[in-house]
């Protein structure tokens, strides 16, 4: 066979290509392709032949690849898929289209899987398992390897398709249905149910709305890849239960270990996704703990492997994080200049509509501290619009819900914006945002009492609010909200009377605070 392409080259009918730590490539000229697909197409059978063995030829290529796309030797072995896309949709439109080879036909989506949403394919890998699923018998025995490729099928299916479906397409019966199958099937753990895509399925749960059973699915899931998987995929599930805990009540004391480890994990598996995803989670824990200069660093590290490893749509919000530990320290300037950056970014990838709403609302705030409040709320709108697109974190919902009461205060004063801030805190109490959003809603809420000439409900609120950041200091913009309210406060109240209402406020839990205010 060598001496053969060594003909072909010498007489310029192959073409022969360095191909980065995988030898040469070879491929023909295109008069040649030409020709030979019209010889194929006289003789059926053989062409039926040969497009098996290429199908079986590039199967093999992207099950050797699927580890090593996960491993610090990573970057060749992406360029090599990148190289090979066209020869590996050829495989999966043999083994869909032309041969109905169910079985070979999965194998090549679960190889192909985390490249697809590494690389921002994932459009097409829906289109990919959408079809193989169609193929698929819908009621293999359970807990036969066909069973077990159908379950890890729909759980990718599900969240391959959450990238361009609204959440109301989950809210359906039929999803409902399929997440409980799904939950029901994984949850009680196996070594089938601890490999990618598999180990994404306590993910059904947040798609379907049902945010605190995602959390206790998180801490099985961690459990099941500690008995069954490897260093990689228990970063997976680690990684997303640290994500969680930082934007959840009582979270953020609970991450450290998990941060400990997964930079453990990171060390050891050197992929350079999970090195940055273990740099988000740090900058979002130092960005909670009000260290911005840590949070940028930590941010910007995270962009820099995103982009090193091409994975493009983790770099607006890389760049949106950077912007947010900006805007947290009252860099006000850089903070627009970054999300100017960060919108330009997600332009290039498609839009990325978790990023856009998120970016949004902090243009939206961006505009508050400049005052200028006509564009604060067309951002705000805008940023609504945009999560009509995606499940919507909690924590975004009470950011906005929380401009637009500053907004309603400033258009129709502090008793309308009352009426606002006090069902938005009981929404975030309820969907258990972490303690430093409700704080800030709660110093809304004493800004508004204070100007409603409310001032021992202006103290309770406040005193309230700085109990739960447990010593965490105030971004610089939080600080401007409260600014001169303690000593406005006092004085209405004489000392004695605000030692008193403070100390009451301080004993206030959120649910407390939020009935108070709901009440009236």
Known sequence: MADTLGSLVDKSLVLAEPYEGHGMRYRMLETIHEYAAERAAAHPADARATARRHAAHYLAVAEQAEPLIRSAAQLPWIRLVETELDNLRAALHTTTVEEADVESAQRLAFALGWFWWLRNYRGEGAEWTHRILALTPAQPPEGTPAYWRRMRLQVFDMFLLAESNSAEKFRTPEYLDLAVHIKTAFRHGSPETAVFPGILWPATSFLTGDVLE??????????????????????????????????????????????????????????????????????????????????????????????????HVEAPFAIARIAESAYSAGDLDDAERLLAEADEESDQHGGVYDVS????????????????????????????????????????????????????????????ALGLIGPALSTAVTARCAERVLAGMAEAAARFLADAERPAEAVRAFAAATAWRAGRPRSAPEATVVDGLAERTRALLGPDRWAREEAAGAALTPADLAAALTAG
Do not use: K
């Not at 099985?220 to 990684?239: F, P």
């Not at 998120?358 to 805008?382: F, P």
């Open 214 to 311: 995602f959390h206790a699915d998180l801490d099985q899931s961690v459990e099941n890849c500690r008995r069954h998987a490897g260093d990689w995929e228990l970063g997976i599930v680690l990684m997303l239960r640290t994500h969680v805990a930082i934007d959840v009540t009582g979270g953020l004391p609970t991450v450290d270990a998990d941060l400990a480890e997964l930079h453990e994990i990171a060390q050891r598996v050197g992929d350079r996704w999970t090195r940055a995803q273990v740099a988000s989670a740090a900058g979002e824990i130092a960005l909670s703990r009000g260290r911005y200069a840590e949070a940028r660093t930590e941010f910007e590290e995270c962009l820099r492997l995103a982009r090193e490893v091409g994975a």
């Open 357 to 416: 709403a998120y970016a949004r609302l902090l243009a939206a705030m961006l505009a508050l501290q400049r005052g200028d409040a006509v564009r604060a709320r067309a951002e705000c709108e805008l940023a609504r619009v945009q999560t009509e697109r995606i499940t919507v974190p909690a924590q975004l919902t009470a950011g906005l819900d929380t401009v637009d009461a500053v907004l309603t205060a400033r258009e129709r004063g502090p008793d309308a």
